[in-house]
């Protein structure tokens, strides 16, 4: 590809369970249609609004295995699949704990709905799980490493992650 064709960013393809398949679509002849590592389909868009996932900077070198996943497309802000799965394991979780009462693993778990499709605000994730976090601490001390994979990074910060 000549220098003045280069993309502004590449894209990427991975599987529905978030294995990166290739950080530089454009630069692949490589088509597979399933993961080799646990057999989901690939995809590289977003199943919402059709948006290309972001990969590789061109231009940088980065070292294999470097170019993050990225957990929410940043058209239209829905989870991707492997996001979703992790949020839906999140959402078993409280829906069988003994330690919330059922009024507010409702209320968590409409959050939880609302971050899979993109449509909650910063304030209110921090509102809803720091207030999950307070009343069920051995909950989440488990899903806690879950929640640090998929929630941003201002909002980690914010409830303590
Ligand atoms: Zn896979
Ligand atoms: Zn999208």
């Known amino acids: 590809m000549p220098l003045n064709q280069q993309p502004e960013r590449y894209h990427q ?7 990166q398949i290739t950080p530089r679509i454009e630069l692949t002849s490589d ?3 399933f993961c080799e590592k646990c057999g ?9 609004c059709e948006a ?3 990969g590789a900077h061109p231009g940088v070198i980065e070292p294999l ?15 991707y699949p492997w996001t979703s799965k992790k ?11 003994r330690e919330l009462k059922k009024r507010d693993k409702t209320q968590i778990k409409n959050a939880l709905e609302q971050l899979n499709r993109g449509e909650i605000t910063d304030e209110k994730q921090i509102t809803i799980f720091t ?8 909950l989440w001390s488990i899903v806690q490493p879950i929640f640090s994979d998929i929630l ?5 910060k914010e409830i303590g992650l």
Request: contains cysteine.
């Open 31 to 33: 088509n597979s249609k």
């Open 13 to 19: 393809r991975v599987c529905e369970n978030g294995h």
């Open 152 to 156: 941003a990074s201002v909002i980690k």
């Open 52 to 54: 290309l996932i972001p």
């Open 40 to 48: 989901a389909s690939v995809i590289e868009q977003c199943r919402n």
């Open 131 to 138: 207030e999950f976090r307070k009343l069920a601490p051995k």
């Open 87 to 97: 949020i839906e394991k999140i959402k078993n979780a409280v829906w069988n704990s």
């Open 65 to 79: 295995g470097s170019i993050p996943v990225p957990s929410y497309c940043n058209q239209c802000g829905k989870a």
